[in-house]
């Protein structure tokens, strides 16, 4: 049965689990927020004047700030959201519930991309959605710990031209444009899916003299009769890939072995909504759909797209070994 959402116009569909509404709510009122605070960006956006930087060593933004605190105020209002973990905190957050088995756990890079929000280039929010574990009212980083194919739903954000929502389940991924005259959602791709055709590839060429020669091998195959697109913030990108066709490269390089990229609330999330568009990923050798995180700021390599690139890389990886 579709599921009714505020914010959203029509009902969704492919969400058969009425408990999961106020989690979706949260995350819609959040984006409209947060998709004004960018449209004044220019206004607003500044480093801190302290030049504090988060768990992974990065300077905090203005949007940074206000994206964590929107969505951690929304969340804790659910009364079914019993935890978060986000990109900007180094430890897990809880909130109250009456039933910790039936309430859901959430992943968050609130704003990815914010290094670029002053040059006004896309950037987004990135959310996954674990359902509380049956039975166990433990509330540590183990309720996190789970690989993507746990997730009851996941996406992201866009806030560039318009703002997308773009709602991945097992049943179907989705897109919704904010009607902003409205302030509400409408459903514009009701069924999306990786198209066949791979034009493009997306990598940061700029850091070829440090990859790994199989890395090299890798990116000098796949970019035979593809154009090279990059923007830098992994929504764009992957949003560009996911509508036209494509794949996503972040490999570790000699610097920073495991990519830059965490993979609880970004890579996971991608590979999610990969999956069920039809596409794929892997950090390499295993499928990031099925990895499981060992801790959640965890980085790893991804590659995420379609699934015939895909199976190349693994395949001139494995040979390479």
Not at 209 to 227: A, M, P, Q, T, Y
Not at 244 to 263: A, S, T
Request: hydrophobic fraction near 40%; charge should be negative.
């Amino acid at each position: 049965m579709p599921l009714i959402i505020e914010g959203i116009k029509s009902p969704i569909e492919g969400v058969d689990d009425a408990s999961l509404a106020p989690v979706l709510e949260a995350i819609v009122a959040a984006a409209k927020l947060i998709s004004n605070n960018v449209q004044n960006g220019a206004l607003i956006e500044r480093l801190d004047s302290e030049g504090v930087r988060n768990v992974h060593g990065e300077l905090v933004h203005t949007l940074d700030t206000l994206g964590t605190n929107t969505f951690v105020e929304f969340f804790k209002d659910t009364q079914v959201v019993a935890g978060l973990v986000c990109e900007e905190l180094e430890t897990e957050t809880f909130f109250n519930v009456e039933d910790i088995s039936e309430s859901y756990f959430c992943v968050l890079d609130p704003i990815d991309g914010t290094s670029n929000a002053d040059i006004a280039i896309t950037i987004g929010s990135i959310f996954g959605i674990f359902k509380g574990t049956n039975g166990d009212s433990t509330l540590d980083a183990t309720q996190f710990l789970r690989p993507a194919k746990d997730f009851v739903a996941a996406g992201y954000v866009l806030y560039g031209s318009s703002t997308l929502l773009i709602l991945a389940t097992p049943m179907k991924v989705q897109e919704f444009t904010l009607d902003i005259a409205k302030m509400e959602f409408v459903c514009t791709r009701s069924s999306l899916s990786i198209p066949v055709e791979c034009p493009y590839y997306s990598v940061n060429q700029g850091y070829e003299d440090f990859w790994e020669d199989n890395i090299k091998d890798v990116v000098h195959s796949i970019k035979k009769g593809r154009s090279l697109r990059y923007v830098g913030s992994l929504v764009s990108d992957f949003h560009r890939d996911l509508i036209r066709g494509g794949v996503y490269l972040y490999p570790g390089d000699v610097n920073n072995p495991e990519g830059k990229i965490r993979l609880l609330y970004e890579a996971a999330v991608m590979s999610y909504i990969a999956h069920y568009a039809g596409g794929s990923s892997t950090n390499g050798y295993t499928s990031i759909f099925d990895l499981q995180p060992k801790s959640i700021h965890q980085r790893t390599p991804i590659f995420v797209g379609n699934s015939n690139v895909i199976e190349q890389i693994e395949s001139i990886l494995r040979d390479n070994t």
